[in-house]
């Protein structure tokens, strides 16, 4: 059973990779030290299990796992400190978890659950438990603040500083980050952005789009409509209801 191992914390990845090893049926393949590292590796190695910390400092454990997808996906099992929210939906949805500290025999019971899980090719529950996990709302309502934006780049996940990204949009039933003249198709619903992008940063101007505010070169009335013009050319109205809030942001 080939593993990753992903904590910001290098005793903790340590301590993971020996208890892990004292098991002839693990191979650790991979140790990563961010959320970021984690998918790279993940797509580099492909292992048939992921041990991931939930509090890293890129992109969590919770949110790596939300960019894990399709058939070769690999198993999750979430490593928490403290996350007593956590532990509780992830129990509700069959899922697995580790606390820390890590006992010897907790984790035994863990390779033994995994591995039978593994070895099982149709994975389609354990996707819809970990999907299920991830969408409840209690879970989603503490998710950290964004501090880089996830979008999908060909099969890989990119994440993108957030002031190069000046537009985040919806069209066709998609969300669409826009950076440097090229859209990237984003993982969010634009209201879960609207609450996990800094506050500070973003707008939401309409139902369909939030604006970056450090973007706006500038703005005004037309025909009793406002409109922002975006540094790289783009023009984006704000709704009538919206109007007021924009404009107060801005200023």
């Known amino acids: 059973m080939r593993v990753l191992i992903a904590d910001d ?25 961010s959320g970021a590292e984690a998918l790279a590796m993940i797509a580099e190695h492909a292992p048939d299990v992921a041990f991931l910390d939930i509090h890293m400092p890129d992109l969590s454990g919770l949110e790596v796992a939300r960019h894990l997808e399709g058939p070769g996906a690999p198993l999750v099992v979430f490593v928490t400190a403290y996350d007593r929210y956590a532990v509780e ?23 033994r659950r995994v591995a039978a899980e593994a070895s099982d090719p149709d994975r389609t529950a354990h996707a819809r438990a ?20 996830p979008v999908r780049h060909r099969r890989e996940v990119r994440l993108l500083e957030l002031d190069q990204v000046p537009l985040v949009f919806s069209r066709d039933r998609l969300v669409l980050a826009r950076s440097e003249g090229r859209e990237y198709l984003v ?28 973007a706006v070169e500038s703005y005004g009335g037309e025909d009793g409509v406002l409109v922002l013009k975006l540094k790289d050319g783009t ?10 809030e924009v404009r107060r942001r801005l200023r």
């Not at 299920?132 to 603040?145: D, F, I, N, Q, T």
């Not at 952005?193 to 450090?214: I, K, Q, S, T």
């Not at 023009?235 to 007021?244: C, F, L, Q």
Request: glycine share 2%; charged share 35%.
């Open 9 to 33: 914390e290098p005793r903790a990845r340590q301590f993971l990779e020996k208890l892990l090893s004292e098991h002839d049926s693990v191979e650790v393949v991979a140790a990563a030290k």
């Open 89 to 111: 939906a992830f129990e509700v949805a069959a899922l697995d978890y580790v606390l820390k500290p890590i006992r010897r025999e907790r984790l035994a019971e863990t390779v």
């Open 130 to 149: 970990l999907e299920k996990a991830l969408a409840s709302p209690g879970l989603r309502e503490r998710m950290p603040e964004l501090r880089r934006l």
């Open 187 to 214: 993982d969010y619903t634009l209201q879960e952005l609207e609450r996990r992008l800094p506050p500070g940063r973003f707008v939401r101007v309409h139902r369909a789009a939030l604006v970056n505010l450090d």
């Open 235 to 244: 023009r984006v109205e704000a709704s009538e209801r919206r109007a007021a």
